[in-house]
């Protein structure tokens, strides 16, 4: 981000992107009707989900992140998962780490996607067939969210 006329840039907290892309997905999927309450109850259950497993999305996606600009600090072969298990052992949470697994998250991130994707094609059929219908009709095309 930065200022207008200014030579100064600010850096966005290590995860806090991942925080929001997370937040904006679920806005989209489930297009609530009061956003700030439902942006509360998201945070509110990822933290009681962090808590639980003992697994915290921001500081992965940071790591993800660092990794991807400086991939020195991943010289270690060890995997976040395996990571998050051995934090885990003798606690009965396992089952529900495999339930929801990395592969898991990434290929649901990549549905999500392709499913954005399809929908803001059809979007835009659907509002170049009502502006060609208007056309058709001689009407003006400048509203063409109304339906004929």
Same mark, same amino acid.
């Not at 009707?33 to 933290?47: C, K, Q, R, S």
């Not at 921001?58 to 990571?83: H, I, P, T």
């Not at 998250?105 to 929908?119: C, N, V």
């Given at each position: 981000?930065?200022?207008?006329?200014?030579?100064?840039?600010?850096?966005?907290?290590?995860?806090?992107?991942?925080?929001?892309?997370?937040?904006?997905? #679920?806005?989209?999927?489930? $297009?609530? +009707?009061?956003?700030?309450?439902?942006?509360?109850?998201?945070? &509110?259950?990822? @933290? =009681?989900?962090?808590?639980?497993?003992?697994?915290?999305?921001?500081?992965?996606?940071?790591?993800?992140?660092?990794?991807?600009?400086?991939?020195?600090?991943?010289? #270690?072969?060890?995997?976040? $998962?395996? +990571?998050?298990?051995?934090?885990?052992?003798?606690?009965?949470? &396992?089952?529900? @780490? =495999?339930?929801?697994?990395?592969?898991?998250?990434?290929?649901?991130?990549?549905?999500?996607?392709?499913?954005?994707?399809?929908?803001?094609?059809?979007?835009?059929?659907?509002?170049?067939?009502?502006?060609?219908?208007?056309?058709?009709?001689?009407?003006?095309?400048?509203?063409?969210?109304?339906?004929?």
């Amino acid at each position: 981000m930065s200022i207008p006329f200014s030579n100064t840039h600010h850096r966005i907290p290590p995860g806090f992107a991942n925080l929001l892309e997370g937040l904006a997905r #679920e806005v989209l999927r489930e $297009q609530p +009707e009061d956003i700030p309450a439902f942006a509360a109850n998201y945070f &509110e259950e990822l @933290l =009681d989900r962090r808590e639980k497993t003992k697994f915290d999305p921001a500081e992965w996606g940071a790591k993800l992140d660092d990794r991807f600009y400086n991939n020195k600090a991943f010289e #270690e072969a060890v995997s976040l $998962q395996e +990571e998050v298990k051995e934090s885990m052992k003798d606690s009965s949470l &396992e089952p529900e @780490l =495999d339930k929801h697994s990395l592969y898991e998250t990434a290929t649901h991130e990549i549905e999500d996607k392709a499913a954005t994707k399809i929908q803001a094609v059809y979007r835009g059929y659907r509002v170049r067939e009502t502006v060609r219908r208007l056309k058709e009709l001689g009407q003006d095309a400048t509203n063409p969210t109304e339906e004929i």
